[in-house]
């Protein structure tokens, strides 16, 4: 299994962006899907974006196309999340999760990491 860490969340502005990362430790990283999701209180969790194991194939929520850019360095073992163009309302715990297949979906996820707060204020 994989042991996943969230940071580079923190306090932006209407229209500002941040750059989070996931860094993963254990099992060969690239043999994993990983996605990120988002939760606020008193609501579901909700899938941001996903990246297969080798980077060639992305996946974003409705919301986050055009905003959102997920990539990975699989020699860093960390999964980077570029959120451009906040919203008041992506404001939000961001979670990285790894799923234990190469291909992607936005199910299936086994290890999650502790998560990271993304506020935007207007």
């Known amino acids: 299994q994989v042991q996943l860490v969230e940071s580079g969340g923190g306090l932006v502005q209407v229209g500002g962006s941040l750059r989070l990362s996931c860094e993963a430790s254990g099992r060969t990283f690239s043999n994993y899907c990983i996605g990120w999701f988002r939760q606020t209180p008193g609501k579901e969790r909700e899938f941001v974006a996903a990246?297969?194991?080798?980077?060639?194939?992305?996946d974003y929520g409705d919301s986050m196309k055009g905003r959102f850019t997920i990539s990975r360095d699989n020699a860093k073992n960390t999964v980077y999340l570029q959120t451009n163009s906040l919203k008041a309302e992506d404001t939000a715990v961001y979670y990285c999760?790894?799923?234990?297949?190469?291909?992607?979906?936005?199910?299936?996820?086994?290890?999650w990491g502790q998560g990271t707060q993304v506020t935007v204020s207007s």
């Open positions: 999760a790894a799923r234990p297949r190469p291909s992607c979906t936005r199910y299936g996820y086994e290890n």
């Open positions: 990246i297969t194991g080798s980077g060639g194939g992305t």
